[in-house]
């Protein structure tokens, strides 16, 4: 039998329905789907939601894919817009957060690298 593991990401936890955060819902799928060195998130953002926090890694590269609706990704020096199918690398050092457009966003995230090196930045904004 093929060693693998198969989930619905919209079965996952919602770990900021858990934390008390309204307007967004974030499904961290590493540990589901028993992974070891990526991770992938599923993110719903509510109309206009912007994600109250900032973060960037010590070595995991990220690339956010919009599935739905539209972004910004805000960087400490910019700001990116992203539309349906839209596709963003973002090295480790390079703080980012998303603030959705008027329609909200559905942002599927995937990582390469350890789980654990992110630093959260609470004063992004």
């Known amino acids: 039998m093929a060693d ?6 919209k079965q996952v936890e919602d770990a900021a329905g858990q934390r008390g955060v309204p ?3 974030a499904r961290f799928a590493r540990s589901a789907l028993e992974l070891e060195n990526s991770g992938i998130t599923l993110f719903d953002l ?3 939601f912007k994600v109250p926090w900032g973060h960037r890694h010590e070595s995991q590269e990220e690339i956010y894919l919009v599935l739905r609706g539209s ?4 960087f400490e020096d910019g700001t990116a817009e ?9 090295p480790p050092s390079v703080a980012r957060s998303f603030q959705a457009g008027p ?4 942002i599927l995230a ?16």
């Open 4 to 9: 693998h593991t198969i989930v619905n990401l």
């Open 23 to 25: 307007g967004l819902q």
């Open 46 to 48: 509510e109309p206009e």
């Open 71 to 74: 972004a910004a990704v805000v």
């Open 82 to 90: 992203l539309g349906e199918w839209d596709a963003v690398r973002i």
């Open 103 to 106: 329609d909200g966003a559905q």
């Open 110 to 125: 995937f990582g390469a690298g350890p789980q654990g090196d992110a630093e959260m930045i609470q004063d992004f904004w």
